[in-house]
C-alpha cells in the first residue's frame, strides 16, 4: 500500500494507492521490484478459496476419496497426526467440492461448549451472515440436547432445500481437557449409531489427531459408530512436498534455484508435523526472493525447515523483551496458560485461554498475535479467547518446548484439577494439600474456576473434618456408654448364666416330673384299658343271665297260657322289675364310664317339643297315678315348637330328673314347666361352665316336686358319683347316686347347666339350661305365628293371657298294647354259647311262631346253615369261643350261599366301640341284653319275608 499526503500539512487530504495499481501503472520500472502476494499460508489452514484458487494441491487423491465417502456414509472421521494439513484437506479440498454440488457447508471446534458450537454452526447454515441473539443460541443448544444433531440438521435441510454438510474441526476438542459438557452424552448426540440410517441429506465430518484416537475408542460404544467411517491421512511424501512449494509460487511467477525446491522437501519430510513447517518456511523466504527467485542462500539464511519457526519464534520474544520491556516470565505465563501437556512438550496440546485468566497479561497475548508474530491467534473460541497459532510451536520452539518441559508437574496436575473441576469430583485431604501448596506458588497460573473447585474441596473438607470431630466425640462418648453397657450386659449374663443353671436344673426335675406323668398316664391308660375291658366283660356276664332272667319273667308275667296265678304273675312282675332296676344300674355305670374318658357323643337334631311332652306324661303317668300324684307339665307359649338338641340325651335327663322327684315324693305333686330362661338364670351360673352366654336364647327344663327336700348341706354332694343326700346304711329310699351326676355331664355336653335348690319338707326343683338352638345346626324359627301359638302342643292344653300353657289329658294315660305279632314258621338260627340264654330266646320266639335252631358257637352255627339252606334269620351272640359272633358274621358274608341271609347281633357288650365292629363285620342290626321283647320282635319283622301277619289283641 502506497500513502501519499501533502508536505507540511497544508494540503488536508491523504491518499492510499495499492501496490499493485501502482505496479501496473508503471510496469517497466516497479513490476520486478513488487513483491507478489504470498500464497503460502503459514501456520494457518488453507481455506476454501486457497482451493479455488488453486494454491492448494498434493491432496488431490485424498480430496477424492474423501468426497466419495461424504456421498456414501452419513460420518467421516479424518484422522492423522498433527501437521499433516487435516483441516486443510476438508476445508481447501473437500468444501469447495460439496458447495459446487450445491451443499449448504457450515464449519464448527467443539471448544469448552461443543452443543454451543454446533448451535451457532447450525444457525450460520440455517440464516447465513445473519446475527443470532444469545437467546437463540441457547434455545439451540437445548434443543440440540433434548432431540440430538441428526432431527435438527434434518429439518434444517428442509428449511433451506439444500444437502447441509457439517465440519467438526480439531474433534479432539469434544473430549479432551478444556471441554466443560459430558463428552460421552455430546458424543452420542452427534455420532450416528451403526445400525440407524440417518437423513441421507445431512453428512458429518470430523478432524482428528490420531493420538487422540485411543481416547476415543475407550468411551463406551463409540468405536461401532466410526467402524468404517475413517479416512486416515498420512505425511506427505518428497514429491508431493515439492508440488506444494512450486505449484502456489508458479500462479505468480516465481522460481526457486534448481534442486532448492528438492531440498526443502527432503528436509521437511524429515519433521513430525512438516506441512505447517514447511508452510511457515516458505512463508518466510518469500520476501527474500530476489528478481522473482528464492535461492539457497536466503534458504540458508532461515536457519533451513527446522530453524526457519524457531528462528521466527526467537525474534518475536527478542522483540517482546528488548524493546517492549516484557519480562520473561511473563511471556512464559501467558504461551503455558494455552498448553496442557500430558508427558511432556511431544505430546502437549494447545488450549484455549481467556482473558479473564490472563488478567493485565492479556496485552502480552495481543502482542503475540499481531500479524508480524503470529504466534498467537485471539479470538478462536470467541471473545477474550487466545491460543498458540499452531501445535508445531510447541514442538518447534526450543524456548517453548523447554518451558513445557520444565513445567511438565504443573501442567500435569493442572490437568487432572480441571478434569475433576469438571466432573464436580470434591478433592480428597491429601489432594486439598497438594492444591493448596499449588496455590501458594502458582495462584496466578491456575484458572479461577479451578482455584473456586479447589476452596470448595477445601470447604467440604473443613465441613468433613468437623463433623469427623463431631463423629469423634459421639464415638468416644457411645465407647463408655458401651463400655458401661457391656459392663452391664456381664453382669446380667452372670445372672442369666446363673438362672440357665438354675433353669437347666428345673428342667432336669420338670423332665424328671414329666417321665413320672408319662409313666403314671401310662399306667392310667393301662388302668383304663383294664376298666374298660372290665366293664365290657362285667357287662357282658351281668347281662347274659339277665337277659335270661327277663325274658323268662316276662313270659310267665304275661301269661300267655292263662295257666298262673295272680299271686304267680306277680312274682313274675317283681322279678322282672328287680331285673329292669339291675339293667338300669349297669347302663348308669356305663354311661359314667363314657363321660370319664370322653367318649359320649351328641347328635343334634330337632325335636318338637308336644313329643317330648307326650313322652314325659306317656312314661310317667302312670308312675304318678300309682302313687297318687299329680302330674302337671307347663309349657310357655312363647317358645317354639320345636328345638334343636339331642334328643335321646335330654330324654335321658329328664327322666333322671322325673324319676327322682316321684321316688322321693309321697302326696302332693310333681311338675314339669318349659319356659325362656333370661329372667331366671342363677348368677352364679352366668358365663360359667358350658353356659357361655347365660341367659341369652336360653330355655329351662323345670321339675318341681313337693317332696323331701334336701339340706342346704347336702346340696354340694348330690350331683357327686355314687352320693345321695342320705347316703347311711338305714337309708329310706335306694338308688345308686349315678342319676344327677351323669345328667350334670350330659347338661354340659349339650352346652347347658342344671341348677338345683331346694327347702327339707317343702320339696326340690331342678332345672336345666340348655341353648335354645346350637350353632351347629340351623336354627328353627324362634317364634310362633298367631295360628301355632294358638295350636295345642297336645290333646288339651290351656292357657291365660301371659301364663304358660298346661298341658291336660282328658283320661288316664294306659301304655300302648304290644302289637301281636305272629310268624309263619320261619326258621330262626339262635347262636349262643350261653344255653340259658339260647333257652330263652327259643321259648319267646316259638311262642310267637318261629321255628328255631341252635349252636354254641360261630363255626357250628356255619355248619347249621349249611345244612339248612331255609334258615330265614340269625340270632348272633359275640363273645363265644372257638369263633365269636365277629368272625362268624364274617365268614357268613364272604359265603356266596349264605351272604343274603339277615344277621342280627344280640350281645350283652354295650360299648360303643362294640356296636361299630358289629356293623364292620356285617351285621344287618345290633341289640343289646337284655333283649328288649319289642325291640327283637320289630327288628325280625323289618328282616324276615313280609308273609307273616301282624294284628292287634
Same mark, same amino acid.
Not at 523483551?321 to 516470565?329: N, R, T, Y
Given at each position: 500500500m502506497l500513502a501519499i499526503a501533502g508536505r507540511d500539512g497544508l494540503a488536508q487530504d491523504a491518499y492510499a494507492i495499492p501496490l499493485s495499481e501502482v505496479a501496473a501503472a508503471w510496469p517497466d520500472l516497479l513490476g520486478r521490484s513488487l513483491l507478489p502476494p504470498c500464497p503460502y499460508r503459514g501456520l494457518e489452514a488453507f481455506t476454501a478459496q486457497d482451493g479455488k484458487s488453486g494454491v492448494f494441491v498434493g491432496r488431490e487423491a485424498e480430496v477424492d476419496l474423501l468426497r466419495n465417502m461424504v456421498r456414501a456414509k452419513p460420518l467421516v472421521m479424518v484422522t492423522g497426526p498433527s501437521g499433516v494439513g487435516k483441516s486443510s484437506l476438508v476445508a481447501a479440498g473437500l468444501r469447495p467440492e460439496l458447495e459446487s454440488e450445491g451443499w449448504r457447508v457450515a464449519t464448527f471446534r467443539p471448544g469448552t461448549s461443543p452443543f454451543e458450537a454446533v448451535a451457532r454452526a447450525l444457525l450460520d447454515a440455517e440464516r447465513p451472515g445473519a446475527q443470532h441473539s444469545l437467546e437463540e443460541l441457547e434455545h439451540r443448544a437445548d434443543v440440540l440436547r433434548l432431540n440430538g444433531f441428526w432431527p435438527v440438521a434434518s429439518k434444517i435441510?428442509?428449511?433451506?432445500?439444500?444437502?447441509?454438510?457439517?465440519?467438526?474441526?480439531?474433534?479432539?476438542?469434544?473430549?479432551?481437557?478444556?471441554?466443560?459438557?459430558?463428552?460421552l452424552t455430546f458424543l452420542h448426540s452427534l455420532l450416528p449409531s451403526a445400525d440407524s440410517a440417518p437423513d441421507a441429506r445431512v453428512r458429518l465430518v470430523c478432524t482428528l489427531r490420531a493420538d487422540f484416537l485411543p481416547d476415543l475408542l475407550a468411551l463406551p460404544d463409540i468405536g461401532s459408530r466410526i467402524q468404517d467411517r475413517q479416512l486416515n491421512v498420512s505425511p506427505m511424501d518428497e514429491s508431493a512436498l515439492t508440488r506444494v512449494i512450486v505449484e502456489p509460487a508458479r500462479f505468480s511467477e516465481v522460481t526457486f534455484s534448481p534442486g532448492l525446491p528438492e531440498r526443502i522437501a527432503a528436509e521437511s519430510s524429515r519433521a513430525p508435523g512438516s506441512l505447517p513447517l514447511l508452510e511457515f518456511t516458505l512463508t518466510e523466504l518469500w520476501p527474500l526472493q530476489q528478481e522473482r527467485q528464492i535461492n539457497f542462500d536466503s534458504y540458508h539464511g532461515l536457519g533451513g525447515v527446522s530453524g526457519a519457526?524457531?528462528?521466527?519464534?526467537?525474534?518475536?520474544?527478542?522483540? =517482546?523483551?528488548?524493546?517492549?520491556?516484557?519480562?520473561?516470565?511473563?511471556?512464559?505465563r501467558v504461551l503455558l496458560a494455552m498448553v496442557r501437556a500430558r508427558d511432556g512438550s511431544a505430546n502437549a496440546v494447545r488450549v484455549t485461554a481467556h482473558r479473564t485468566h490472563l488478567g493485565d497479561d492479556w496485552n502480552v497475548a495481543r502482542l503475540l498475535a499481531e500479524p508480524d508474530h503470529r504466534i498467537v491467534v485471539l479470538g478462536s473460541a470467541g471473545p477474550g479467547t487466545a491460543e498458540i497459532a499452531h501445535e508445531a510451536l510447541i514442538r518447534e520452539w526450543d524456548?517453548?518446548?523447554?518451558?513445557?518441559?520444565?513445567?511438565?508437574?504443573?501442567?500435569?496436575?493442572?490437568?487432572?484439577?480441571?478434569?475433576?473441576?469438571?466432573?464436580?469430583?470434591?478433592?480428597?485431604?491429601?489432594?486439598?494439600?497438594?492444591?493448596?501448596?499449588?496455590?501458594?506458588?502458582?495462584?496466578?497460573?491456575?484458572?479461577?474456576?479451578?482455584?473456586?473447585?479447589?476452596?470448595?474441596?477445601?470447604?467440604?473438607?473443613?465441613?468433613?473434618?468437623?463433623?469427623?470431630?463431631?463423629?469423634?466425640?459421639?464415638?468416644?462418648?457411645?465407647?463408655?456408654?458401651?463400655?458401661?453397657?457391656?459392663?452391664?450386659?456381664?453382669?446380667?449374663?452372670?445372672?442369666?448364666?446363673?438362672?440357665?443353671?438354675?433353669?437347666?436344673?428345673?428342667?432336669?426335675?420338670?423332665?424328671?416330673?414329666?417321665?413320672?406323668?408319662?409313666?403314671?398316664?401310662?399306667?392310667?391308660?393301662?388302668?383304663?384299658?383294664?376298666?374298660?375291658?372290665?366293664?365290657?366283660?362285667?357287662?357282658?356276664?351281668?347281662?347274659?343271665?339277665?337277659n335270661?332272667?327277663?325274658?323268662?319273667?316276662? =313270659?310267665?308275667?304275661?301269661? @300267655?297260657?292263662?295257666?298262673?296265678?295272680? @299271686?304267680?304273675?306277680?312274682?313274675?312282675?317283681?322279678?322282672?322289675?328287680?331285673?329292669?332296676?339291675?339293667?338300669?344300674?349297669?347302663?348308669?355305670?356305663?354311661?359314667?364310664?363314657?363321660?370319664?374318658?370322653?367318649?359320649?357323643?351328641?347328635?343334634?337334631?330337632?325335636?318338637?317339643?308336644?313329643?317330648?311332652?307326650?313322652?314325659?306324661?306317656?312314661?310317667?303317668?302312670p308312675l304318678t297315678d300309682e302313687k297318687g300324684l299329680q302330674l302337671t307339665v307347663r309349657v310357655s307359649s312363647e317358645l317354639p315348637e320345636m328345638i334343636v338338641t339331642d334328643d335321646q340325651r335330654l330324654l335321658q335327663v329328664l327322666r333322671n330328673l322325673l324319676a327322682n322327684a316321684v321316688k322321693f315324693t309321697d302326696a302332693g305333686s310333681v311338675e314339669l314347666a318349659i319356659h325362656p330362661a333370661a329372667p331366671d338364670v342363677p348368677t352364679r351360673l352366668e358365663g360359667n361352665?358350658?353356659?357361655?352366654?347365660?341367659?341369652?336364647?336360653?330355655?329351662?327344663?323345670?321339675?318341681?316336686?313337693?317332696?323331701?327336700?334336701?339340706?342346704?348341706?347336702?346340696?354340694?354332694?348330690?350331683?357327686?358319683?355314687?352320693?345321695?343326700?342320705?347316703?347311711?346304711?338305714?337309708?329310706?329310699?335306694?338308688?345308686?347316686?349315678?342319676?344327677?351326676?351323669?345328667?350334670?355331664?350330659?347338661?354340659?355336653?349339650?352346652?347347658?347347666?342344671?341348677?338345683?335348690?331346694?327347702?327339707?319338707?317343702?320339696?326340690?326343683?331342678?332345672?336345666?339350661?340348655?341353648?335354645?338352638?346350637?350353632?351347629?345346626?340351623?336354627?328353627?324359627?324362634?317364634?310362633?305365628?298367631?295360628?301355632?301359638?294358638?295350636?295345642?302342643?297336645?290333646?288339651?292344653?290351656?292357657?291365660?293371657?301371659?301364663?304358660p300353657e298346661v298341658w291336660m289329658p282328658e283320661e288316664p294315660h294306659e301304655p300302648p298294647?304290644?302289637?301281636?305279632?305272629?310268624?309263619?314258621?320261619?326258621?330262626?338260627?339262635?347262636?349262643?354259647?350261653?344255653?340259658?340264654?339260647?333257652?330263652?330266646?327259643?321259648?319267646?320266639?316259638?311262642?310267637?311262631?318261629?321255628?328255631?335252631?341252635?349252636?354254641?358257637?360261630?363255626?357250628?352255627?356255619?355248619?347249621?346253615?349249611?345244612?339248612?339252606?331255609?334258615?330265614?334269620?340269625?340270632?348272633?351272640?359275640?363273645?363265644?369261643?372257638e369263633m365269636d359272633g365277629y368272625a362268624g358274621t364274617a365268614a357268613i358274608r364272604a359265603s356266596p350261599a349264605l351272604a343274603d341271609i339277615p344277621v342280627i347281633m344280640l350281645t350283652a357288650r354295650a360299648m360303643d366301640q362294640d356296636r361299630a365292629r358289629a356293623h364292620a363285620a356285617g351285621a344287618s342290626a345290633y341289640l343289646t341284653k337284655p333283649v328288649d321283647l319289642d325291640a327283637l320282635l320289630t327288628t325280625l319283622r323289618t328282616w324276615l319275608p313280609s308273609d307273616g301277619h301282624e294284628s292287634s289283641g
Open positions: 435441510a428442509i428449511l433451506t432445500g439444500q444437502r447441509l454438510a457439517l465440519v467438526g474441526d480439531q474433534f479432539e476438542e469434544a473430549f479432551g481437557s478444556g471441554t466443560g459438557a459430558d463428552p519457526l524457531n528462528r521466527h519464534a526467537e525474534n518475536v520474544y527478542h522483540w =517482546l523483551c528488548e524493546h517492549m520491556g516484557l519480562a520473561e516470565h511473563r511471556i512464559r524456548r517453548l518446548s523447554g518451558w513445557v518441559q520444565e513445567d511438565a508437574a504443573f501442567q500435569q496436575w493442572l490437568s487432572v484439577m480441571e478434569e475433576r473441576a469438571r466432573e464436580k469430583d470434591l478433592l480428597s485431604a491429601p489432594r486439598v494439600a497438594e492444591a493448596q501448596s499449588w496455590l501458594g506458588v502458582r495462584r496466578a497460573d491456575i484458572p479461577s474456576d479451578v482455584t473456586a473447585f479447589i476452596e470448595q474441596s477445601s470447604e467440604a473438607l473443613l465441613r468433613q473434618q468437623q463433623h469427623t470431630k463431631e463423629l469423634l466425640a459421639q464415638s468416644q462418648e457411645l465407647t463408655q456408654q458401651l463400655r458401661l453397657r457391656t459392663e452391664e450386659l456381664e453382669a446380667q449374663a452372670t445372672l442369666l448364666a446363673q438362672q440357665s443353671r438354675d433353669l437347666e436344673a428345673r428342667n432336669i426335675e420338670i423332665e424328671d416330673a414329666r417321665q413320672v406323668l408319662e409313666e403314671r398316664a401310662e399306667q392310667l391308660a393301662v388302668s383304663m384299658r383294664y376298666k374298660n375291658e372290665f366293664l365290657a366283660n362285667v357287662s357282658h356276664e351281668l347281662r347274659t343271665p339277665l335270661v332272667s327277663l325274658i323268662l319273667a316276662k =313270659l310267665l308275667a304275661d301269661n @300267655r297260657e292263662a295257666n298262673l296265678t295272680p @299271686r304267680q304273675v306277680e312274682f313274675a312282675e317283681t322279678i322282672h322289675g328287680a331285673g329292669s332296676d339291675l339293667l338300669q344300674l349297669i347302663n348308669d355305670i356305663l354311661d359314667l364310664t363314657k363321660v370319664e374318658a370322653g367318649r359320649m357323643e351328641v347328635s343334634p337334631d330337632r325335636i318338637e317339643l308336644a313329643s317330648l311332652v307326650d313322652y314325659v306324661v306317656a312314661t310317667f303317668r361352665g358350658a353356659l357361655c352366654d347365660a341367659g341369652s336364647n336360653l330355655i329351662a327344663f323345670s321339675v318341681t316336686d313337693t317332696g323331701i327336700g334336701i339340706s342346704a348341706g347336702n346340696m354340694r354332694v348330690i350331683f357327686e358319683a355314687f352320693k345321695q343326700a342320705d347316703g347311711t346304711t338305714s337309708r329310706k329310699y335306694g338308688g345308686t347316686g349315678l342319676g344327677l351326676s351323669i345328667s350334670r355331664e350330659i347338661a354340659q355336653l349339650l352346652g347347658g347347666e342344671i341348677h338345683a335348690r331346694s327347702k327339707p319338707g317343702v320339696g326340690s326343683t331342678f332345672t336345666l339350661y340348655l341353648p335354645l338352638h346350637r350353632g351347629d345346626l340351623a336354627a328353627p324359627d324362634c317364634g310362633l305365628s298367631a295360628k301355632a301359638a294358638e295350636r295345642p302342643i297336645s290333646s288339651t292344653r290351656s292357657a291365660t293371657n301371659g301364663n298294647e304290644r302289637p301281636d305279632i305272629r310268624f309263619d314258621a320261619e326258621k330262626v338260627l339262635v347262636v349262643d354259647d350261653d344255653v340259658s340264654s339260647g333257652f330263652a330266646l327259643t321259648s319267646i320266639l316259638e311262642q310267637y311262631g318261629l321255628a328255631v335252631l341252635y349252636a354254641e358257637n360261630g363255626r357250628e352255627g356255619l355248619q347249621v346253615l349249611e345244612e339248612h339252606d331255609d334258615v330265614a334269620a340269625v340270632l348272633m351272640d359275640i363273645m363265644m369261643p
